[in-house]
């Protein structure tokens, strides 16, 4: 009767602990479909290898929605949503309107990965691995992307406006702005080496390059060449975010830095006599340690609030719930 009743015992506190260790963490996997979707990685490589080939810029676009993403309410993918008439979707959000794009190849990846596993993947995964493979095609580093996440129900237009920091951030608004979703300083760092590729519009350097005195001369005086000094003139004008090679993922992004040749004034505030100097010092002369960090954060960063198990669901069409 002893043996009997503490087994039992035994049996119902791992009855009890067991759901306890699966809500402390985010549940996200590596190998989350390998049986439901096992074309899924050669499928999405296959959509944004032909995008990219396309536009170069293209893998910059896609990295960026990923970010922009999890930095609201969590990777959900709820960036993807268009607007209804019960909510108003994120795309049209400050930081996002006339400046997020991939929308298209989105759609394409998502009929791909329909096609071959229908019903199964979510959005929002599709945007990590669509995120990885974009940095991976232009020279960045492989890391094996966890899965796993659903797809929101709704968006939200004001959380966007509220969570994606502007390029007029100071290096204090940095950190605590990623502090907040759990991301260090350093984690900040290694991800805004993501500006290593894509462009961005004068709008978002003009005051830099017109009115900045922590900035390289030549480079201020090329970057107002296609950039006029008046609000509302060239305002969508593109410049690349890394000078140097803005197709390539490689650590010039921090050359610059030290170089005073940051576009955006939250580019420069990493590197203007404060606390992420040395981190940004670091990755200009190693690029393996940036490597390194940037994986490590990507995974952080896709890790913030994803919706696991009955939660959410997996949308069909990514621009709309089902
Ligand atoms: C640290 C705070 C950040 C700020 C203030 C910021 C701001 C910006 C701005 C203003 C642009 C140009 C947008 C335009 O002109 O339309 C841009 C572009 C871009 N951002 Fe960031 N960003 C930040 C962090 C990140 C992170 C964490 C990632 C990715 C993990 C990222 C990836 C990109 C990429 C790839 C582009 C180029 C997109 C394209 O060419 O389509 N950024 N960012
Ligand atoms: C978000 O920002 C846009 C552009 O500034 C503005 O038009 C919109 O009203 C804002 N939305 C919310 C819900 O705050
Ligand atoms: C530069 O600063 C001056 C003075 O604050 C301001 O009036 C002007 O609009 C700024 N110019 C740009 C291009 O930001």
């Given at each position: 009767?002893?043996?009997?009743?503490?087994?039992?015992?035994?049996?119902?506190?791992?009855?009890?602990?067991?759901?306890?260790?699966?809500?402390?963490?985010?549940?996200?996997?590596?190998?989350?479909?390998?049986?439901?979707?096992?074309?899924?990685?050669?499928?999405?490589?296959?959509?944004?290898?032909?995008?990219?080939?396309?536009?170069?810029?293209?893998?910059?676009?896609?990295?960026?929605?990923?970010?922009?993403?999890?930095?609201?309410?969590?990777?959900?993918?709820?960036?993807?949503?268009?607007?209804?008439?019960?909510?108003?979707?994120?795309?049209?959000?400050?930081?996002?309107?006339?400046?997020?794009?991939?929308?298209?190849?989105?759609?394409?990846i998502k009929s791909a990965v329909e096609n071959a596993c229908p019903g199964v993947v979510s959005c929002a995964d599709v945007l990590a691995v669509a995120?990885?493979?974009?940095?991976?095609?232009?020279?960045?580093?492989?890391?094996?992307?966890?899965?796993?996440?659903?797809?929101?129900?709704?968006?939200?237009?004001?959380?966007?406006n509220n969570s994606i920091p502007p390029p007029t951030s100071n290096l204090n608004a940095l950190i605590s702005r990623f502090n907040a979703l759990g991301l260090s300083t350093k984690d900040m760092v290694a991800l805004s080496g993501s500006h290593t590729i894509g462009q961005a519009r004068c709008t978002t350097f003009r005051a830099r390059v017109y009115n900045e005195t922590n900035i390289d001369n030549s480079f201020a005086q090329t970057r107002q060449g296609s950039c006029p000094r008046t609000t509302g003139s060239g305002d969508g004008n593109l410049a690349p975010l890394d000078l140097q090679t803005p197709t390539a993922f490689d650590n010039n992004y921090y050359k610059n830095l030290v170089n005073r040749k940051g576009l955006l004034h939250s580019d420069q505030q990493l590197f203007n006599g404060g606390s992420s100097d040395s981190i940004v010092r670091g990755y200009s002369n190693s690029q393996s340690t940036f490597s390194s960090d940037f994986v490590a954060a990507m995974i952080k960063m896709g890790d913030i609030s994803p919706l696991t198990g009955s939660k959410g669901e997996i949308r069909k069409n990514c621009r709309k719930i089902n």
């Amino acid at each position: 009767m002893a043996s009997l009743s503490s087994s039992f015992k035994a049996i119902l506190t791992l009855a009890f602990l067991i759901p306890l260790m699966g809500s402390s963490s985010a549940q996200l996997s590596t190998n989350f479909y390998s049986t439901s979707c096992p074309k899924l990685f050669t499928t999405v490589k296959s959509v944004v290898n032909s995008a990219i080939s396309k536009e170069a810029r293209m893998g910059a676009s896609l990295l960026r929605l990923f970010f922009h993403d999890c930095f609201v309410n969590g990777c959900d993918g709820s960036l993807l949503l268009d607007d209804t008439s019960s909510f108003t979707g994120e795309k049209r959000a400050a930081p996002n309107l006339n400046s997020v794009r991939g929308f298209d190849v989105v759609d394409n990846i998502k009929s791909a990965v329909e096609n071959a596993c229908p019903g199964v993947v979510s959005c929002a995964d599709v945007l990590a691995v669509a995120a990885r493979d974009s940095v991976v095609i232009l020279g960045g580093p492989n890391w094996n992307v966890k899965l796993g996440r659903r797809d929101a129900r709704t968006a939200s237009q004001g959380a966007a406006n509220n969570s994606i920091p502007p390029p007029t951030s100071n290096l204090n608004a940095l950190i605590s702005r990623f502090n907040a979703l759990g991301l260090s300083t350093k984690d900040m760092v290694a991800l805004s080496g993501s500006h290593t590729i894509g462009q961005a519009r004068c709008t978002t350097f003009r005051a830099r390059v017109y009115n900045e005195t922590n900035i390289d001369n030549s480079f201020a005086q090329t970057r107002q060449g296609s950039c006029p000094r008046t609000t509302g003139s060239g305002d969508g004008n593109l410049a690349p975010l890394d000078l140097q090679t803005p197709t390539a993922f490689d650590n010039n992004y921090y050359k610059n830095l030290v170089n005073r040749k940051g576009l955006l004034h939250s580019d420069q505030q990493l590197f203007n006599g404060g606390s992420s100097d040395s981190i940004v010092r670091g990755y200009s002369n190693s690029q393996s340690t940036f490597s390194s960090d940037f994986v490590a954060a990507m995974i952080k960063m896709g890790d913030i609030s994803p919706l696991t198990g009955s939660k959410g669901e997996i949308r069909k069409n990514c621009r709309k719930i089902n």
